[in-house]
């Protein structure tokens, strides 16, 4: 390899136009090169890209590869360790002081007990929005109240604050505020989730939260819980919604497939996961020198995973860049792999199918109410990839 190793020079920062669902052009070039590319970090620091599927999930599984916060060797200054709680950003035993005891709290068979209440939220939107009357924006009708009105009532957040909440979230989120904002939202959120921890602990409530109350977790750590759980349990599946139902529209033939065979809506949602990726890309620092694919990862070097390319890598699957819901190789990484593995996964999971299925019976005229280059997508920067609108419309 040597001399003729591929370089990615910089995170590209918009995807090729008329192709919103693909990784950018960049990054798919850098995989076609080989499995692993140099790469600077933004702060001038030199690093690895991982595009391959093998190498990623290799990665994630090596404890060789640290998670926590202030390793990140991508800037010329200290970064600080991640609060206590917010566990993504942290390696054992930390990692598992904070996880264990969510474990079963997120398990598959306590998600199926949520399927009622998922179904209940989900006609609730749908009745709004019928009742409305097209056009109508879908990100704000459909795919962000679900997922939050879940989160908020798993972790117990009263339904008045919702809103606000929401808010707080997205714009922390969604890759494009200033700096000041940025600091504002997620001040105005931990001082928000401090009252809330104090008031489970006052007078718990039948939610996770307030059992958590119950265990030797600190207050603080109370908050940087559930600081992960509501952002990742709503920003991501809001965006999965979204951007997976444009995907849907866009694929007439796939989306005609799943309207005429419902019990096809599990594997939909997982070649929805593996198509778009909306988390496209996680860090980890190697705390030793590793080989990998016929490279020396030195100790002390940030390496980018990028999930988008390695659920797309033609070495893993057929025809990786096209929407295929009859597709049988599964074993996709958007839910990550490894120790850090999506605690939420088998949540998100059940809110796809019941939202996507109960959108489509409902509404089987569904249509872009602009054309498809019109709809606002999210910046790179974001960290969850989406739509930020996406104006649908129907015959009433």
Same mark, same amino acid.
């Given at each position: 390899?040597?001399?003729?190793?591929? #370089?990615?020079?910089?995170?590209?920062?918009?995807?090729?136009?008329?192709?919103?669902?693909?990784?950018?052009?960049?990054?798919?070039?850098?995989?076609?090169?080989?499995?692993?590319?140099?790469? @600077?970090?933004?702060?001038?620091?030199?690093?690895?890209?991982? @595009?391959?599927?093998?190498?990623?999930?290799?990665?994630?599984?090596?404890?060789?590869?640290?998670?926590?916060?202030?390793?990140?060797?991508?800037?010329?200054?200290?970064?600080?360790?991640?609060?206590?709680?917010?566990?993504?950003?942290?390696?054992?035993?930390?990692?598992?002081?904070?996880?264990?005891?969510?474990?079963?709290?997120?398990?598959?068979?306590?998600?199926?007990?949520?399927?009622?209440?998922?179904?209940?939220? #989900?006609?609730?939107?749908?009745?709004?929005?019928?009742?409305?009357?097209?056009?109508?924006?879908?990100? @704000?009708? !459909?795919?962000?109240?679900?997922?939050?009105?879940?989160?908020?009532?798993?972790?117990?957040?009263?339904?008045?604050?919702?809103?606000? !909440?929401?808010?707080?979230?997205?714009? !922390?989120?969604?890759?494009?505020?200033?700096?000041?904002?940025?600091?504002?939202?997620?001040?105005?959120?931990?001082?928000?989730?401090?009252?809330?921890?104090?008031?489970?602990?006052?007078?718990? #409530?039948?939610?996770?939260?307030?059992?958590?109350?119950?265990?030797?977790?600190?207050?603080?750590?109370?908050?940087?819980?559930?600081?992960?759980?509501?952002?990742?349990?709503?920003?991501?599946?809001?965006?999965?919604?979204?951007?997976?139902?444009?995907?849907? =529209?866009?694929?007439?033939?796939?989306?005609?497939?799943?309207?005429?065979?419902?019990?096809?809506?599990?594997?939909?949602?997982?070649? =929805?996961?593996?198509?778009?990726?909306?988390?496209? @890309? !996680?860090?980890?620092?190697?705390?030793?020198?590793?080989?990998?694919?016929?490279?020396?990862?030195?100790?002390?070097?940030?390496?980018?995973?990028?999930?988008?390319?390695?659920?797309?890598?033609?070495?893993?699957?057929?025809?990786?860049?096209?929407?295929?819901?009859?597709?049988?190789?599964?074993?996709?990484?958007?839910?990550?792999?490894? #120790?850090?593995?999506?605690?939420?996964?088998?949540?998100?999971?059940?809110?796809?199918?019941?939202?996507?299925?109960?959108?489509?019976?409902?509404?089987?005229?569904?249509?872009?109410?602009?054309?498809?280059?019109?709809?606002?997508?999210?910046?790179?920067?974001?960290?969850?990839?989406?739509?930020?609108?996406?104006?649908?419309?129907?015959?009433?």
């Amino acid at each position: 390899m040597g001399e003729s190793l591929h #370089t990615v020079t910089t995170l590209p920062t918009a995807r090729r136009p008329g192709c919103p669902f693909d990784p950018p052009a960049e990054l798919i070039d850098a995989r076609l090169h080989g499995p692993i590319s140099r790469y @600077t970090h933004p702060g001038g620091k030199p690093g690895w890209m991982i @595009t391959g599927y093998d190498l990623v999930r290799s990665v994630l599984a090596d404890p060789r590869f640290s998670s926590r916060k202030e390793l990140l060797n991508v800037v010329d200054f200290e970064i600080p360790p991640a609060p206590p709680g917010e566990f993504l950003l942290m390696d054992e035993p930390q990692h598992g002081r904070y996880r264990k005891p969510l474990v079963g709290k997120f398990t598959a068979r306590r998600m199926r007990l949520l399927t009622e209440r998922i179904e209940q939220i #989900t006609t609730d939107c749908l009745d709004a929005m019928e009742k409305t009357g097209p056009p109508t924006d879908l990100v @704000t009708a !459909f795919a962000k109240p679900i997922p939050t009105i879940i989160i908020c009532e798993l972790l117990g957040v009263p339904y008045e604050d919702r809103d606000s !909440f929401q808010e707080q979230i997205d714009s !922390f989120m969604n890759g494009e505020p200033s700096e000041e904002e940025l600091i504002a939202a997620y001040t105005a959120t931990q001082q928000y989730l401090a009252e809330l921890v104090a008031a489970k602990r006052a007078n718990p #409530t039948d939610d996770v939260l307030s059992e958590l109350t119950d265990s030797d977790l600190t207050d603080e750590e109370l908050k940087g819980i559930s600081l992960i759980l509501l952002a990742a349990g709503f920003d991501t599946t809001a965006n999965m919604l979204a951007l997976g139902t444009f995907a849907l =529209l866009q694929n007439p033939a796939q989306l005609a497939a799943l309207r005429a065979d419902p019990a096809l809506a599990d594997r939909a949602v997982e070649e =929805l996961l593996r198509y778009l990726s909306v988390a496209k @890309t !996680f860090m980890r620092t190697a705390l030793v020198d590793v080989e990998l694919g016929g490279q020396t990862i030195k100790a002390g070097t940030t390496v980018v995973l990028s999930y988008n390319t390695a659920n797309r890598d033609p070495e893993r699957f057929t025809d990786p860049h096209l929407l295929d819901l009859h597709r049988q190789d599964g074993g996709h990484l958007a839910f990550g792999h490894g #120790t850090h593995l999506c605690l939420g996964q088998q949540l998100a999971r059940v809110e796809m199918r019941i939202a996507f299925s109960a959108l489509l019976n409902r509404f089987p005229t569904l249509r872009l109410a602009v054309p498809a280059e019109e709809v606002g997508l999210r910046p790179e920067t974001a960290d969850i990839y989406g739509v930020k609108s996406l104006p649908v419309t129907w015959d009433v």
